[in-house]
């Protein structure tokens, strides 16, 4: 069986005025797509309780394709992997509120204070004492 090596290769680009133009026109269109993904979630949820999910949005992304000339130059994958990235952050976002979540129910059990396995958050009231 044959060893197999993993290499990571770095380019320095050096492109010109017109390109770089180009370039930036395309990250703004991922921004701009993914600030429109995001929103398309928020008002999913918002208003149907609906969660997307990454296979819906591509379908949308298709569409938006063929109806706005912005995105017709961009390579499908490479939007795709736009939506693909709001959907990791959604994913680490909402791993992290269920562990928080855990992290609150102990905190509120009622278990003694002493055990070493409870974390708790303590609170300065308002008047200056603790």
Not at 19 to 33: S, Y
Not at 59 to 84: G, P, Y
């Amino acid at each position: 069986m044959q060893d197999v090596v993993n290499r990571k290769v770095n380019y320095k680009l050096y492109p010109s005025k017109a390109q770089k133009l180009l370039l930036e026109n395309m990250f703004n269109n991922h921004r701009k797509l993914y600030n429109a993904l995001l929103e398309q979630r928020i008002y999913a949820w918002k208003g149907i309780q609906k969660s997307l999910s990454y296979a819906e949005q591509c379908k949308q992304i298709t569409f938006l394709r063929k109806e706005i000339e912005e995105f017709k130059n961009i390579n499908a994958q490479c939007l795709q992997e736009t939506a693909k990235r709001l959907d990791k952050a959604y994913k680490a976002f909402f791993s992290r509120v269920k562990n928080t979540w855990r992290y609150c129910t102990h905190f509120w059990s009622g278990q003694n204070s002493n055990s070493r396995n409870v974390k708790k958050w303590r609170y300065p009231k308002n008047n200056g004492s603790s």
